[in-house]
């Protein structure tokens, strides 16, 4: 960690290092499209997904009115979900997150070794998978839409607005993420708590239905929480483009972010004194 630190205070190292952050990203991206053909065949359940939730919203819409509901026409329904579903399967599951393993096991004192530190390296990995997994499964999203809804007024600063977002929200997920997996170091298990935040994630956030069509009393607790910021603001400005809610959502993921960023210190830093002491 000292030495880490160093790194970062000398002239130009904050540019070093976070050269050395896309240049893992970029590996990893390299790395994983040589699976692509195993990520294609994940898109089969976004694809059921997009299709029965076409079905339930024209069934939806013969008893009650969704745009009045909603204030999403069916179409922009099916599109808000590309995004969403998009957001959270280029997420790694719980089973897929190393950090909790190589913590568990002691792996963590021989990674801690490399030119860059152990949390960054784990960002640039992650944030190069997930982009790969979420482009690939919002452009596959995108043509379902196309075939099953037909298109919607999208638009290149709709399309910038909502991605710009969403990278943002990226970085402050995997921040509380690694905060979670780092808790390994008293914990056997971290699986139970990362299932439920990603659990909260999908229901409070947004995922499947936008906010305005949730129950008034879980609509005014879903508003009172942050996850609104990282699923539903992406995704309502990538069908709804809108300035003002673009600064608004950017503003509150960044805030999201900052606020990760203490309890992973705190908890990584008293984590590594145990692995000093007892040597992994």
Same mark, same amino acid.
């Given at each position: 960690?000292?030495?880490?630190?160093?790194?970062?205070?000398?002239?130009?190292?904050?540019?070093?290092?976070?050269?050395?952050?896309?240049?893992?990203?970029?590996?990893?991206?390299?790395?994983?499209?040589?699976?692509?053909?195993?990520?294609?065949?994940?898109?089969?359940?976004?694809?059921?997904?997009?299709?029965?939730?076409?079905?339930?919203? !024209?069934?939806? +819409?013969?008893?009650?009115?969704?745009?009045?509901?909603?204030?999403?026409?069916?179409?922009?329904?099916?599109?808000?979900?590309?995004?969403?579903?998009?957001?959270?399967?280029?997420?790694? +599951? /719980?089973?897929?997150?190393?950090?909790?393993?190589?913590?568990?096991?002691?792996?963590?004192?021989?990674?801690?070794?490399?030119?860059?530190?152990?949390?960054?390296? !784990?960002?640039?990995?992650?944030?190069?998978?997930?982009?790969?997994?979420?482009?690939?499964?919002?452009?596959?999203?995108?043509?379902?839409?196309?075939?099953?809804?037909?298109?919607?007024?999208?638009?290149?600063?709709?399309?910038?607005?909502?991605?710009?977002?969403?990278?943002?929200?990226?970085?402050?997920?995997?921040?509380?993420?690694?905060?979670?997996?780092?808790?390994?170091?008293?914990?056997?298990?971290?699986?139970?708590?990362?299932?439920?935040?990603?659990? /909260?994630?999908?229901?409070?956030?947004?995922?499947?239905?936008?906010?305005?069509?949730?129950?008034?009393?879980?609509?005014?607790? /879903?508003? /009172?929480?942050?996850?609104?910021?990282?699923?539903?603001?992406?995704?309502?400005?990538?069908?709804?483009?809108?300035?003002?809610?673009?600064?608004?959502?950017?503003?509150? +993921?960044?805030?999201?972010?900052?606020?990760?960023?203490?309890?992973?210190?705190?908890?990584?830093?008293?984590?590594?004194?145990?692995?000093?002491?007892?040597?992994?």
């Amino acid at each position: 960690m000292a030495a880490d630190r160093q790194a970062l205070r000398r002239p130009g190292g904050l540019l070093l290092t976070a050269g050395k952050v896309w240049a893992v990203l970029c590996i990893t991206l390299r790395s994983r499209l040589a699976y692509v053909g195993e990520l294609l065949l994940r898109t089969l359940f976004l694809i059921l997904i997009l299709f029965t939730f076409t079905q339930l919203w !024209h069934a939806t +819409n013969l008893g009650k009115n969704v745009l009045v509901a909603t204030g999403f026409t069916i179409q922009e329904l099916i599109w808000y979900l590309v995004f969403t579903e998009a957001l959270m399967l280029s997420a790694a +599951n /719980a089973r897929e997150i190393e950090v909790d393993s190589e913590v568990r096991s002691g792996d963590i004192a021989y990674r801690l070794g490399r030119p860059l530190p152990y949390p960054l390296f !784990h960002l640039g990995a992650r944030l190069g998978e997930r982009l790969l997994r979420f482009g690939l499964y919002l452009l596959v999203g995108m043509v379902v839409a196309l075939v099953v809804v037909g298109p919607i007024q999208l638009s290149l600063a709709g399309l910038w607005l909502s991605c710009s977002v969403a990278l943002v929200s990226f970085v402050g997920d995997w921040i509380w993420t690694f905060a979670i997996s780092v808790t390994s170091f008293w914990i056997e298990d971290t699986f139970g708590l990362h299932l439920l935040y990603r659990r /909260a994630l999908m229901i409070l956030g947004g995922m499947l239905i936008p906010l305005s069509a949730y129950p008034e009393w879980l609509g005014h607790i /879903a508003r /009172a929480l942050p996850f609104q910021y990282l699923v539903y603001y992406p995704a309502r400005l990538f069908v709804h483009p809108d300035g003002q809610v673009w600064l608004l959502a950017l503003g509150a +993921n960044l805030a999201i972010a900052l606020a990760g960023l203490l309890p992973l210190l705190v908890i990584y830093r008293i984590g590594l004194r145990f692995v000093s002491t007892q040597g992994g």
